[in-house]
């Protein structure tokens, strides 16, 4: 089967600065794929460039079959965007900016309204669909930029950053109404830096740094990759943890000595917890949980801000 | 062919939105200033200019004048908005629709204003008893290219800013000199050689001396052919810019 996307070795520059470092990607019909990175990654700049808005410097890629460079619009009739910050019309009802963006591509305008009032109901903003864009929240706004990226009934969805900046409520019901696309068959492509968001949506992800592609793989075996089963979070009263640090040792695979706790990336968390008590170590507190991919990225990518 | 009408039947519902707020305005500019210039300074020049009374005079580089003065409106704040605060082209961008036809959508947007201004100006004329020859609707004609001609330039140069503060040198410098120096107040031979250049180089006067020989029924000659000619360049140099301009924020 073709890839919807394929990338070898692709490239972006800015002048001196290399945004995508020769990355190669595949993604195939029907899935959820998903690009990871703290700020700076190179995610948008990759973004943009399967969004045919934004030529490669270098290599290879191909959207649904087609170069971008030469057949940008036939391309991206056949796609949806969502932008990570919404470009909605504020001058115009909810339903005048499906209707409207539905007229550059050739969409007649009965069709048009047709596909707006099942679009609205599908991101359940029907009730609003003569109101104006801008008193709606954070969240509605979001549903109405996706229900615009699904006008043109596109092979492939681009979301960047879809939930980034909402609500709880509001992030779950995006991901309700992205899994409802993703079962109807739709191709989905997202950056996030939520690795909820990853782990809820993604079949497959690649995590980025620095513009190269550090790994790839399903949620589950990047943790089983590059992580353990399980963590354990150990807060001693002190200010000092580190020096808890050797008494620790040989209980689980690796151990992190943060600020204000200690993680050990253990098979069993139970059994390093016993383990600790067994040393009459008496933490604080113990928390275990299971591995996410938060701790997978955090591995991975430094756990050193980005701004 | 058709995406850069697609564009402009967006603008067009965007205007029926906002049109009840600019129609007054639209109208009332004409009356002020035909009672201001017209009728009020017009007292004041007995004998007229170049032997016709002096609102006959004026009528003409006046809508040629609001021509330019609406395209200026359209093309420096929506323009930059669009960019920076709105994002309005982004969205078009990612649609399947080219540079030249967001550009050309909206351009073909601003001049539907330009000419509804002109035609506006032109109406509230007729009711001060200015019009005298068959010609006078060439004057419209006239105003579409005034209209390309100060837009297309001014769209680039929005495209080139991210701060509306550039939009006010503009104004400042480059709307209000052309304003008072195109022979639309008094004729060009007035100004000393140095001033006279301004009209010669900038659109506005070129306009204004083709809507003076519509709307008083005078063949323009050989020098009428000069105007168009720079004219069109005006609108060929100020599209070409306004694409790269374009295409430097859209596509990178």
């Known amino acids: 089967m073709t890839s919807l996307i394929h990338a070898r070795g692709l490239v972006k520059r800015f002048g001196d600065f290399t945004a995508v470092d020769g990355i190669d990607v595949d993604v195939r019909r029907g899935e959820a794929f998903g690009f990871l990175g703290p700020n700076g990654a190179g995610k948008s700049s990759t973004m943009r460039m399967i969004g045919c808005v934004s030529p490669p410097t270098g290599g290879v890629l191909e959207i649904l079959g087609m170069d971008p460079r030469r057949d940008g619009p036939a391309i991206r009739a056949k796609l949806g965007v969502c932008p990570q910050l919404d470009n909605l019309d504020i001058e115009l009802t909810v339903r005048e900016n499906l209707t409207t963006y539905a007229r550059f591509f050739g969409i007649s305008r009965k069709e048009a309204r047709r596909r707006a009032d099942e679009l609205l109901e599908f991101v359940q903003l029907a009730e609003r669909a003569d109101s104006k864009v801008e008193p709606l929240s954070g969240g509605m706004k979001r549903r109405l930029t996706i229900a615009r990226a699904m006008v043109n009934q596109p092979e492939m969805v681009l979301l960047d950053e879809p939930t980034t900046g909402l609500d709880p409520q509001a992030r779950h019901l995006v991901w309700e109404r992205l899994f409802r696309l993703k079962q109807q068959g739709v191709t989905l492509v997202l950056t996030t830096h939520y690795m909820d968001e990853a782990e809820q949506l993604c079949d497959r992800l690649v995590v980025m740094d620095g513009g190269r592609i550090v790994a790839e793989g399903s949620p589950r075996s990047l943790i089983e990759q590059y992580s353990t089963r399980e963590v354990v979070e150990l807060r001693f009263a002190t200010e000092d943890q580190a020096a808890y640090a050797d008494k620790l040792a040989g209980i689980g695979e690796r151990l992190e000595v943060l600020p204000d706790r200690i993680l050990l990336y253990v098979a069993d968390g139970d059994g390093a917890a016993d383990e600790v008590n067994r040393r009459s170590l008496s933490p604080a507190s113990v928390l275990v949980r299971r591995s996410s991919l938060e701790d997978v990225f955090l591995h991975l990518t430094g756990r050193t801000l980005v701004d | ?252």
């Not at chain 2, 305005?25 to 007229?48: E, Q």
């Not at chain 2, 609406?70 to 969205?91: D, Q």
């Open chain 2, 1 to 252: 062919m058709t995406a850069p009408l697609y564009v402009l039947e967006y603008h067009l519902v965007n205007y029926r939105r906002t049109w009840r707020s600019s129609a007054l305005s639209t109208l009332v500019i004409p009356l002020l200033t035909l009672l201001g210039f017209g009728v009020g300074v017009g007292a004041y020049v007995r004998g007229g200019v170049e032997g016709v009374p002096y609102i006959d005079w004026i009528v003409p580089g006046l809508i040629a004048s609001t021509a330019m003065q609406a395209a200026f409106g359209e093309a420096t704040w929506p323009v930059l908005s669009y960019f920076e605060w709105l994002k309005v082209y982004f969205a078009q961008a990612a649609a399947p629709l080219r540079v030249g036809d967001i550009l050309g959508g909206h351009l073909a947007f601003m001049l539907f204003r330009v000419v509804l201004s002109a035609a506006a100006f032109l109406a509230m004329a007729a009711a001060f008893g200015t019009l005298h020859s068959w010609w006078a609707p060439l004057t419209l004609v006239v105003a579409l290219l005034v209209g390309f001609a100060a837009a297309a330039p001014t769209m680039a140069y929005a495209a080139s800013i991210t701060s509306d503060s550039y939009l006010i040198i503009l104004m400042r410098f480059a709307v209000l000199p052309m304003s008072l120096f195109s022979g639309v107040f008094f004729p060009v031979e007035s100004l000393p050689v140095l001033l006279r250049w301004v009209a010669y180089v900038f659109p506005l006067w070129h306009g204004v001396e083709l809507s003076r020989d519509a709307m008083l029924g005078l063949a323009p000659g050989l020098l009428g052919v000069v105007h168009v000619a720079v004219l069109l360049a005006w609108c060929a140099a100020g599209w070409l810019l306004a694409v790269s301009r374009f295409r430097r924020r859209l596509v990178i």
